[in-house]
């Protein structure tokens, strides 16, 4: 007999399997679909670290992985049982409501910081007393000993305890009825039986220490959403990484700006880097080899749906179409275009021989040719027979302009005015951002479905373009519920947005592909900016924090804590919402006055950048993909 034939995957299905994207809400399933990065061991190491990145890029995801739970369906595998593993580590996502409760003007700031100790001492404590029992349930023995609970119950001022289920229980009454009357702190401010900060914490890692299973073993808290904290809770758990030393270290997940604060609850000591933690920024760490961790995460994805369905799909980069510069080019309309020229130019007398060199060479150096010609007004002849004659000035100028192209071929006309599609360009829309990667990839698989093609074919470039479009301007909608900023971010990416479409749709007689900002140095404006610099910095920083903006690091050497020392774009996820280069090229200089007016004059600074560049605001018409944002640049 014979199995029936499979119906093949839903969009829904798709969504859950490959376009999940949080590890919060993926469960044990974030385990399953880990693909391990190069840097990954680097994360174990006995030195407490820091791990940034931006919205999406897999930092929860990391920090879990490392967790006991993580490590449990990771190793699963492995011969020999928990006792054997070389870590342990203890995962703590910041609540925001509840940090966001230690503060306010019923108390001193002094008195915040003593109950927030507190409240740490008892989240840590916990954690490490929750991972004893899942332990011991696990085929470990770990025995500390009445009189140990009884002492630990002292230090953190809870009923007395002699086992762990009892000090877990006491520990856990007591958590509730602090956090309790926190929220009437004007009300009970005394006797509320504080602990002292990591005083706690100490005393059950030294005893774990003393035992045969932690003698040697490396022990993480994996502290998640640190930028959650405020300045001076982040001031304190600053003062438990310096003060951790062998017993335990922390791996910290933060946003890229979200590491405010350096100092230690004593304002004269300070965390430093390497000698206090290492800095691992995940984007940095994985754009060499973004490529093919991406391709192994998708694909650890498709498997569910092929093993659900009994279907066979090939390896993740056949996928989706590539087509070559030339096969865009005529995809988007350039042969029409070239045999125009075509019949120009042997009408103003390009002799046969140059018409057949003509004939020979490729589309997309064909409409060089044309393009070239008519924007330094020279004659055709020279730039065929260099092109054909492959003389390296014509070639390196070709190259330089070749992709820049693209971009004009279908300028002022309505549809689709470049293509973005293969493996390679995913990557980099999405820029080393797991979480885009997985919203393209499961974005391009649904169209798939929906368009009723087998879920193994080949995804044409002009399906995977479209869903570029879509999931850009998607995100730039999120940015609307992604900060206090929503407002001022979305004008900035609509107005830079415009300023590179622009740029990139008239290439020839300008610097091609330019993607990239810089701001003028302070003696280059004339003097100290100060608030102005302030209010820019703000505004950069919050917009780096929520990938509305990447930032690389600049030629000039300035402090690097100057938003001068940095060159800016926008992230490429926006590059197919707008119609410019997702690469990484040249750049601009934008003013911190331009910068703010992008905001709250998007239309003079437009202009006042554009035609510094050469380029008059006037002859530009919005293309198609605008028309959504037509109010704003009206």
Request: a neutral charge.
């Amino acid at each position: 007999m014979t199995n029936p034939p499979s119906t093949g995957p839903t969009e829904q299905e798709i969504l859950d399997l490959v376009g999940a994207l949080r590890a919060e809400s993926l469960g044990d399933q974030v385990f399953k679909y880990f693909a391990e990065p190069a840097f990954f061991p680097n994360l174990q190491s006995r030195q407490s670290c820091l791990l940034k990145g931006g919205r999406g890029t897999g930092k929860t995801t990391l920090l879990r992985c490392l967790s006991y739970q993580g490590q449990a369906v990771l190793r699963a595998a492995e011969a020999g049982g928990v006792a054997e593993w070389p870590f342990y580590g203890f995962f703590w996502r910041i609540n925001t409501n509840r940090v966001a409760a230690f503060a306010g003007p019923e108390i001193p700031d002094t008195r915040w910081s003593k109950l927030f100790g507190h409240y740490v001492n008892l989240e840590l404590t916990d954690l490490v007393l929750e991972f004893l029992e899942w332990a011991v349930a696990h085929g470990c023995s770990v025995e500390l000993g009445e009189s140990f609970y009884e002492e630990l119950s002292v230090s953190l001022n809870i009923d007395t305890s002699r086992t762990l289920t009892e000090v877990r229980q006491h520990l856990r009454r007591s958590r509730t009825q602090f956090q309790a009357r926190i929220n009437n702190i004007a009300d009970s401010n005394s006797n509320l039986g504080l602990s002292m900060p990591g005083h706690p914490v100490d005393l059950l890692v030294t005893q774990l220490r003393q035992h045969e299973m932690f003698r040697k073993k490396k022990l993480f808290f994996l502290i998640d959403e640190y930028e959650s904290l405020l300045d001076y809770q982040q001031e304190l758990f600053n003062t438990f990484i310096k003060q951790s030393s062998d017993l335990y270290v922390f791996k910290i997940g933060v946003k890229e700006m979200g590491f405010r604060r350096h100092a230690t609850i004593n304002p004269h000591e300070h965390l430093s880097s390497p000698a206090d933690y290492d800095v691992i920024n995940i984007a940095e760490q994985l754009a060499p080899r973004f490529e093919r961790f991406a391709e192994d995460l998708v694909a650890s994805r498709l498997r569910s749906l092929s093993a659900t369905h009994v279907q066979s799909i090939p390896s993740v980069r056949l996928l989706f179409e590539s087509p070559t510069l030339d096969e865009e080019a005529v995809r988007l309309g350039v042969s029409p275009l070239n045999e125009e020229y075509r019949r120009v130019i042997c009408a103003e007398g390009l002799s046969g021989g140059d018409a057949s060199l003509f004939d020979a060479l490729t589309p997309l150096q064909k409409f060089f040719v044309r393009t070239w010609s008519k924007s330094t007004r020279t004659h055709p002849t020279g730039i065929i027979r260099g092109l054909t004659k492959r003389q390296p000035s014509w070639i390196r100028r070709y190259g330089n302009y070749s992709f820049a192209l693209l971009f004009s071929i279908r300028a002022g006309k309505p549809g689709r005015h470049k293509l973005y599609a293969g493996w390679r360009t995913i990557c980099r829309l999405a820029n080393a951002n797991v979480r885009y990667l997985l919203e393209l990839v499961a974005g391009m698989l649904q169209e798939q479905i929906k368009n009723g093609r087998q879920i193994g074919s080949e995804i044409p470039a002009e399906v995977q373009t479209d869903r570029a479009y879509e999931v850009g301007r998607k995100n730039l909608q999120e940015l609307e519920r992604q900060s206090d900023q929503a407002a001022s971010l979305t004008k900035v990416v609509l107005s830079l947005g415009r300023v590179f479409e622009v740029l990139a749709t008239s290439p020839t007689g300008h610097t091609p592909e330019v993607t990239q900002f810089v701001l003028p140095s302070a003696t280059e404006v004339g003097g100290t900016p100060g608030d102005i610099e302030r209010r820019v910095a703000d505004l950069l920083n919050e917009a780096v924090n929520v990938s509305a903006l990447v930032r690389y690091p600049g030629s000039k050497l300035q402090e690097p804590s100057s938003v001068r020392s940095y060159d800016y774009s926008l992230h490429p996820i926006f590059a197919a919402l707008f119609g410019f280069s997702y690469r990484r090229k040249r750049k601009i200089e934008i003013t911190e006055e331009e910068f703010l007016a992008l905001v709250s004059e998007p239309k003079w600074a437009i202009n006042r950048i554009l035609m510094r560049q050469n380029r008059d605001p006037s002859t530009a018409e919005i293309p198609d993909q605008l028309r959504l944002f037509s109010s704003f640049y009206a």
